[in-house]
């Protein structure tokens, strides 16, 4: 379905429910991959590359901007929000005089409108209609929701709506933002301004960040995870922030993908909210990642900030040229293996992925029900402190539930969720760790791909559900003594280093990080959640930690 209009015609200026209405000198509406490719190209928006996909440059923001994302501060949500420097408040004042500006700026201009549901369960779907300045990002937002029917788009009342303009910059002295960039939401309206950014990842998350407010009023979990489904219809659940495998592990040629970021665990099934991916494709292999290479070959791909030769138009995925951010953004169904329902039953495993650089963590351990909330809530990764020469001191991220950015509400009404759900159908969970091992970055190496992929299909075949495990002195995790199809060496991390006594100071540095973040939580929890953490070890060094990380 394809419609355009000026802005004085009703389809699409009508005033949705809780939402305010939308002007332009144009809008386009739906349009289909194909003529917004057309678009894009005749815009001068990107380069369409020799096999198909659609690179784009996101200009100088290669990646979220979590400091200016802001939540308005209204009556009907402000007691329920964790306000801190995760949700930041905005006055309403600010939002309507930027917003006032913002309709003026975009009275002469076109935008693109996609009409659209996020959630593929028919109880928890939203009807979102997107706004966007540019076709590539109204291509993105194809790509990641969901795609109504035609008759679905006869009838199509927007619950909320996304406002994406890159080329108008917020005003920070008057309008109560920190830069020209804002993500604004507003939650009583149901709306969401973008600004000053053309990261299309913004889009996405905003929408997640909605979702995280309206479920758990639903007896849902939101998680920020990735989940497969066996052939016997044994579901998955993937947790893990960005760059720990979530994409990587969850796309199993022998398994069905359900989606690979955003779902829901309700009563007895779990839900995927998009229609898409979002991949990183630095250095991508075709080898150990057949089906997510595939997609950057592909026509509809949306490609961020990947190297591109402008008279060849080949790719060169491992290039960081522009930023090692690089993503592609695809329809689920150009993964073979997809689901196109999006809908399974209740998990019968739980993964928790982490990449530590510091390569203390076991490769593959079980955690208890105090274990896993206690690890929910810290959400630990390592991300390296730099690419420049020499520097190799990797940095610690707690991002509380996996994905605290986008979390509107305290991280203990998801803990309590999860521990809900794993008590009532008696759920194991695994801690995976995707990082390194034979020392920390710039000593070891990382795990190798095969390996963890033989201890996830281990797990969750139930091949370890009867191999003894033995405790981790410093973690506490159960970790198994054998594990088909790895080395038994590498599953005790102190084994793998030459020097012992440099693992020890270094998993004693990293025990005391889990205390000193989980202490903003502790007064939440019970007292066996808070006695479930590492073993304290005295005189430990500290390390450096980072914000809250994407995922």
């Given at each position: 379905m394809t419609v355009t209009h000026s802005s004085t015609e009703p389809p699409s200026t009508r005033t949705p429910r809780g939402t305010g209405r939308v002007r332009a000198g144009k809008i386009v509406a739906n349009l289909s991959t194909a003529a917004l490719y057309e678009a894009a190209a005749r815009d001068g928006e990107g380069l369409i590359a020799a096999e198909g996909p659609l690179v784009v440059s996101t200009g100088t923001h290669t990646g979220r901007s979590p400091k200016d994302k802001f939540i308005v501060r209204e009556p009907s949500s402000e007691s329920r929000i964790w306000w801190?420097?995760?949700?930041k408040p905005i006055t309403e004042a600010h939002y309507d005089r930027l917003r006032a500006r913002l309709m003026a700026y975009v009275a002469d201009r076109r935008l693109y409108s996609q009409d659209l549901f996020i959630g593929a369960h028919p109880k928890h779907r939203r009807s979102l209609r997107v706004y966007t300045e540019t076709a590539w990002a109204s291509i993105f937002a194809r790509n990641l929701f969901r795609r109504p029917t035609p008759e679905d788009l006869a009838t199509f009342d927007p619950n909320f709506t996304i406002?994406?303009?890159?080329?108008?910059?917020?005003?920070?002295?008057?309008?109560?933002?920190?830069?020209?960039?804002?993500?604004?939401?507003?939650?009583?309206?149901?709306?969401?301004?973008?600004?000053?950014?053309?990261?299309?990842?913004?889009?996405?998350?905003?929408?997640?960040?909605?979702?995280?407010?309206?479920?758990?009023?639903?007896?849902?979990?939101?998680?920020?995870?990735?989940?497969?489904?066996?052939r016997d219809g044994d579901s998955a659940v993937f947790f893990g922030l960005s760059g720990t495998g979530k994409t990587t592990?969850?796309?199993?040629?022998?398994?069905?993908?359900?989606?690979?970021?955003?779902?829901?665990?309700?009563?007895?099934?779990?839900?995927?909210?998009?229609?898409?991916?979002?991949?990183?494709?630095?250095?991508?292999?075709?080898?150990?990642?057949?089906?997510?290479?595939?997609?950057?070959?592909?026509?509809?791909?949306?490609?961020?900030?990947?190297?591109?030769?402008?008279?060849?138009?080949?790719?060169?995925?491992?290039?960081?040229?522009?930023?090692?951010?690089?993503?592609?953004?695809?329809?689920?169904?150009?993964?073979?293996?997809?689901?196109?329902?999006?809908?399974?039953?209740?998990?019968?495993?739980?993964?928790?992925l982490t990449a530590d650089a510091f390569g203390v963590l076991p490769p593959i351990s079980r955690l208890t029900r105090e274990q896993a909330a206690y690890h929910f809530i810290s959400g630990y990764t390592a991300k390296l402190a730099g690419t420049e020469v020499g520097v190799k001191e990797p940095s610690a991220t707690f991002s509380a539930g996996f994905g605290a950015p986008f979390l509107p509400r305290h991280p203990g009404v998801y803990a309590n969720l999860?521990?809900?759900?794993?008590?009532?159908?008696?759920?194991?969970v695994w801690l995976v760790n995707t990082g390194w091992t034979g020392g920390a970055y710039g000593t070891g190496h990382r795990m190798d791909i095969t390996h963890t992929r033989n201890m996830v299909r281990a797990a969750l075949n139930g091949e370890l559900r009867d191999v003894p495990t033995i405790a981790d002195p410093v973690f506490g995790v159960a970790v198994p003594t054998a594990v088909p199809g790895v080395p038994t060496e590498i599953l005790t991390p102190r084994n793998t280093w030459a020097d012992p006594a440099a693992y020890d100071a270094a998993?004693?540095?990293?025990?005391?990080?889990?205390?000193?973040?989980?202490e903003a939580y502790?007064?939440?929890?019970?007292?066996?959640?808070?006695?479930?953490?590492?073993?304290?070890?005295?005189?430990?060094?500290?390390?450096?930690?980072?914000?809250?990380?994407?995922?």
């Open positions: 801190g420097e995760v949700n406002i994406d303009v890159p080329s108008f910059q917020a005003d920070p002295a008057t309008e109560g933002t920190r830069s020209g960039t804002a993500i604004l939401v507003h939650l009583q309206r149901m709306e969401i301004i973008i600004v000053g950014t053309m990261y299309a990842g913004e889009i996405k998350k905003s929408a997640f960040t909605v979702m995280n407010y309206l479920l758990p009023d639903e007896g849902v979990l939101p998680m920020h995870s990735s989940i497969n489904v066996g592990l969850s796309a199993d040629p022998l398994r069905s993908l359900i989606g690979d970021d955003e779902h829901g665990w309700g009563s007895d099934y779990v839900f995927n909210f998009e229609g898409g991916c979002y991949a990183k494709t630095i250095r991508l292999s075709p080898a150990y990642e057949p089906d997510i290479f595939a997609t950057t070959r592909r026509f509809g791909t949306i490609l961020e900030n990947v190297d591109i030769d402008p008279a060849t138009r080949e790719l060169d995925l491992d290039s960081e040229k522009f930023t090692e951010n690089t993503r592609a953004a695809y329809p689920l169904h150009f993964i073979g293996n997809a689901d196109p329902d999006g809908i399974a039953g209740t998990p019968r495993n739980v993964i928790f999860l521990m809900e759900r794993l008590e009532q159908y008696d759920v194991p998993a004693a540095t990293i025990a005391g990080m889990f205390h000193d973040n989980f502790a007064d939440g929890v019970s007292e066996a959640v808070r006695a479930a953490g590492p073993a304290r070890v005295e005189g430990a060094t500290k390390a450096k930690v980072s914000a809250p990380g994407e995922g």
